[in-house]
């Protein structure tokens, strides 16, 4: 998908551990496989190039295909996976990935065989702690523009966090309402439960941007930040809040 994968793993390194980092990249690599833009095989190229009904290609496609209609519906066409007349699910596929792959490591957490586990692909991330164990995630949320600054810190037990913006992949972020790249230096950070949900609304939230909120009352999140020249709107709890200060967000 044309980024990176990291997995971290809290406990002592056993062959249970191995097998379930082996399967957890396995995973992101064979959605890669299939959901890819970046290679002429993989299914959603196949559906591009050849024309191909989704009944013809994997499984997997029509679940995504699914989610991004409700979340285009949801967002009221702030994502919209057809904008480019063809089927592209970039902007929530990553989430939806990533969580399926941390589930290779459920048995282990369950059972309490490792303390917490975490999988970040491209700077999004989902993070998991056993019952049985304290451990506190604290991820920091670097400023756009102002190098080895921070905008904000996360802590949490288990749950997802997902940054969409201009910062790291410059002016790559296009309003299917419009067709217009966003302009100037945006990004938004979003909290949830898991990292299909997280990924899938900080895209609506950065192309949204500043001044447009009204997506909020319907997003299925638990906080986040939209930041734009130089301003910051924060929300929790599908409310706007003007001084954020909680264990979430701070």
Known sequence: M?????????GER?????????????????????????RDDSDISRLRDDALELGDLDPRVTEV???????????????DAHWRGWFDPTG???????????????????RGGIEAVGV???????????????????????????????????????GAVATSGTSERGAHLIDPRTGVHL???????????????????????AIAGIDDLDWMPVAPVASG??????????FAGRMEVSAFR???LD
Not at 2 to 10: F, H
Not at 20 to 33: F, G, K, P, Q, Y
């Open 14 to 38: 056993t062959v249970a551990v191995e097998h379930a980092i082996a399967a957890c990249v396995a995973r992101l690599r064979d959605d890669e496989r299939v959901f890819s833009t970046y």
């Open 246 to 248: 909680d264990a979430l």
């Open 92 to 110: 929530i596929v990553k989430g939806w990935s990533t969580d399926a792959a941390a589930r290779a490591f459920d048995d282990l957490l369950a």
């Open 120 to 158: 970040n692909v491209g700077g999004d991330m989902r993070l998991r702690t056993a019952p049985t164990s304290d451990h506190v995630w604290r991820i920091g949320v670097a400023h756009p523009t102002h190098e080895g600054e921070l905008l904000a810190t996360v802590r949490f037990v288990d």
């Open 183 to 205: 302009s100037g230096p945006v990004s938004a950070t979003v909290i949830a439960d898991d990292l299909t949900t997280a990924d899938a609304w900080a895209t609506v939230a």
């Open 65 to 79: 295909a699914e989610l991004c209609r409700d979340l285009r519906e949801r967002s009221g066409g702030r994502f």
């Open 225 to 234: 930040l939209v930041w734009e020249h130089g301003r910051t709107r924060r």
């Open 2 to 10: 044309g980024t990176v994968a990291s997995i971290t793993v809290l």
